[in-house]
């Protein structure tokens, strides 16, 4: 496996706390993403990077910002939690080389309560 | 905005029973990838494809990319239990960023 962690792997935050998920790569690769995956939706893109201090929004980014201030980390924050995003987040890091395959994170399961 | 559906949503098969997933993009991708999720874990490469037309196997799977590359299947032959997992496609689309579009996911299980 790729050299990718996530932490904390399992949280339990009440509404309207903050809450800040960590991604880490030992690989150097360029592209970091986080994602959400719930049932019937599949994985869904919240925020991607392209490089340090470089990120975009991908589809279902309201209510959550990101930063990466070094290569290896990209950091997820919850500004305030809801219910609604009780759900498994997946970081993933990509080189951007010619065959970008993704390499995924163990996952974090938040609940949200 | 792009979409990629995948059906169907769950498949339960037989030991030794073929599967197939199917993958429609609502536009032209660029490539298409597969990736498997196994029950717990996070979801693995499997294969990526590029031309038009193209077809790869790997070992039991075999892997379509469509004429028009709007749409893809994944095929298993005799499936066995290792088989059991979530099979998710992944598109990138001609334009735009270096971002996949990934599939709703088709849940296979594997009775034995």
């Known amino acids: 496996d790729a050299g990718i962690t996530q932490s904390p792997r399992h949280k339990v935050t009440e509404t309207g706390t903050p809450v800040t998920l960590r991604c880490h790569q030992t690989e150097n690769h360029r592209y970091m993403y986080w994602y959400r995956q719930d049932p019937g939706h599949g994985l869904r893109l919240i925020h991607y990077s392209y490089g340090v201090k470089d990120t975009d929004k991908g589809e279902v980014s309201d209510g959550y910002s990101v930063s990466r201030s070094k290569t290896e980390d990209f950091l997820l924050t919850l500004e305030s939690a809801t219910s609604s995003q009780t759900s498994v987040y997946f970081c993933a890091i990509n080189s951007g080389g010619a065959v970008y395959e993704q390499y995924f994170g163990p996952g974090t399961r938040l609940t949200v309560t | 905005g792009q979409q990629v559906m995948q059906i169907p949503q769950y498949q339960h098969v037989q030991e030794g029973e073929d599967f197939t997933t199917y993958c429609n993009s609502s536009t032209t991708l660029s490539n298409i990838q597969w990736y498997k999720q196994r029950p717990g874990g996070h979801p693995v490469f499997l294969i990526q494809l590029v031309k038009s037309g193209e077809v790869k196997k790997q070992k039991r799977l075999t892997f379509q990319f469509g004429e028009a590359k709007k749409n893809s299947s994944l095929h298993i032959t005799a499936t066995q239990t290792t088989d059991v997992g979530t099979y998710f496609c992944?598109?990138?689309?001609?334009?735009?960023?270096?971002?996949?579009?990934f599939g709703t996911g088709t849940r296979l299980t594997v009775i034995p």
């Open positions: 992944a598109g990138k689309s001609q334009t735009g960023a270096n971002n996949l579009f």
